[in-house]
């Protein structure tokens, strides 16, 4: 009886184990598969919530102020464009912290960085630049960015503009920890 005892034990203690096992599996699977959504829909929020900021900033631009960023031969300046290109900064700023510390996904980014680069690159916001570089003396890292995605416009004449093409991908822009 006494053995029969100790084997209903060793089994038992087999099955707790076992079950054990299987649920510190399921767990970790559910926690994953947590995190994973998790991180999906911050994604989302911030695609929504920039995509708005966004549209918000483009609608601050005085009349025509933004569809003739890419006219050289159009002096637009005053402080509503300024302030404009000021809160556009900002808000690249962010976006481009976000993705530098792995808090935004590669995907989105490289949804948003060709547009960044448009626009970093017309002569509205090269022009502005230059005053408003030293709002962003805190942040080297953004300031850099911008310097490297202005540096790649040529200039050919007064009228065209000719971007070069680098053979980068389009996240050599920046540290990524």
């Known amino acids: 009886m006494e053995k029969e005892t100790m084997t209903a034990l060793a089994i038992f203690e087999i099955v707790v184990k076992s079950l054990t096992f299987v649920s510190i599996v399921i767990a970790a699977f559910s926690l994953w598969q947590s995190s994973k959504y998790n991180r999906r829909q911050w994604n989302f929020n911030a695609f929504t919530h920039y995509t708005k900021r966004y549209d918000d900033i483009m609608g601050e631009f005085p009349d025509q102020g933004y569809t003739l960023r890419f006219d050289l031969d159009h002096q637009i300046l005053n402080n509503e464009v300024r302030i404009a290109v000021l809160k556009y900064l900002n808000m690249t700023s962010e976006e481009y912290y976000l993705w530098c510390n792995n808090y935004l996904d590669d995907k989105v980014w490289k949804i948003w960085m060709p547009e960044i680069k448009r626009t970093l690159q017309t002569p509205l916001f090269q022009r502005e630049w230059q005053t408003l570089k030293g709002e962003f003396r805190s ?23 000719v971007r070069r093409h680098r053979l980068l991908r389009i996240f050599d822009h920046g540290p990524r920890h």
């Open 139 to 161: 942040y080297k890292e953004f300031s850099d960015f911008v310097e490297q995605v202005q540096s790649e416009v040529v200039l050919f004449d007064q009228s065209k503009q």
